[in-house]
């Protein structure tokens, strides 16, 4: 589906606060409440939207360590695999497969540097682990929203 203007435009203003009324999104995007609904309601029918949440900050919750924890598999697991087993583990809140040595790169968050480790214990006990290799973080130096607060974003374009 290709996005025009305005529907980038009423994605950014859902991005940047999913609650706003449509009213309040239409007064943003020179529309009237019914015809971003309308948009809105196409954008979920298409997939454009997949859904609306909650953005929790993880400290709330208690964990406030985080992880990056490369998997290096056994022969050829296919990435359906691993993301089905990392899956199961609450703690891992993206992985993705990536190029280099590397066949998946996880990222975790827990509530101390024995919870990451302990996390990172069950991950490797999978029968398809050979090994991983973990970095913590220390501080985050950049964590930028998708998009920006001028709705200017590279992913939209």
């Known amino acids: 589906m290709e996005l025009d203007?305005?529907?980038?435009?009423?994605?950014?203003?859902?991005?940047?606060?999913?609650r706003a009324t449509y009213a309040e999104i239409g007064q943003r995007v020179g529309l009237s409440a019914s015809a971003v609904k309308r948009r809105v309601d196409r954008l979920r029918e298409t997939g454009a939207i997949t859904g609306f949440t909650a953005r929790?900050?993880?400290?709330?919750?208690?964990?406030?360590?985080?992880?990056?924890?490369?998997?290096?598999?056994?022969?050829?697991t296919s990435p359906a695999e691993i993301g089905v087993a990392v899956a199961r583990h609450p703690e891992v809140v993206s992985a993705c497969t990536i190029t280099?040595?590397?066949?998946?790169?996880?990222?975790?968050r827990a509530t101390d540097v024995r919870h990451v480790?302990?996390?990172?214990?069950?991950?490797?006990?999978?029968?398809?682990?050979?090994?991983?290799?973990?970095?913590?973080?220390?501080?985050?130096?950049?964590?930028?929203?998708?998009?920006?607060?001028?709705?200017e974003s590279p992913f939209l374009a």
Do not use: M
């Open 5 to 18: 203007r305005l529907d980038r435009d009423i994605i950014g203003a859902l991005v940047e606060d999913a």
């Open 56 to 76: 929790v900050e993880p400290a709330a919750l208690g964990w406030t360590t985080e992880a990056y924890v490369e998997l290096f598999c056994a022969g050829k």
């Open 100 to 108: 280099g040595e590397a066949d998946a790169l996880l990222h975790i």
């Open 117 to 151: 480790e302990r996390v990172i214990e069950r991950i490797a006990a999978e029968p398809f682990v050979v090994r991983t290799k973990s970095s913590i973080v220390l501080s985050r130096l950049i964590d930028a929203p998708l998009i920006t607060p001028r709705n």
